[in-house]
């Protein structure tokens, strides 16, 4: 992913599987990693599965989550997830409208 470093992601439930509105995608951010700082047109929907870090918001505020917290990212709210753990990788699994897999 462009603006990513050490980040990964996978789509176990998508289009191809047949999904009526949402697909699930799981992303991995090794230790010290980060997603792109970005935003776009539709909502997501976080569970962290994994690890712990911080959510960037559009005001470079830093939000801490640790695994069991979820997190909602609103329409065109620029973001970034970031790990700071030394070890351990940071786990989500980010539900998004199918379109936007």
Partial sequence: MEGAENAWKQIPLSQKDG????????FTVEPGGYTPYHQHPYEHMNYLIEG????????????PIKAGD????????KH???????????????????EFE
Avoid: H, W
């Avoid at 999904?19 to 799981?26: A, E, G, L, Q």
């Avoid at 712990?52 to 939000?63: H, R």
């Avoid at 979820?70 to 709210?77: D, S, T």
């Fill in 19 to 26: 999904v009526p509105v949402y697909s699930f995608r799981v």
């Fill in 52 to 63: 712990e870090g911080v959510l960037v918001n559009e005001n470079g505020d830093k939000q």
């Fill in 80 to 98: 970034q997830y970031r790990n700071t753990s030394k070890d351990k990788d940071f786990v989500m699994i980010c539900g998004v409208p199918k």
């Fill in 70 to 77: 979820f997190a909602l990212v609103l329409p065109n709210e």
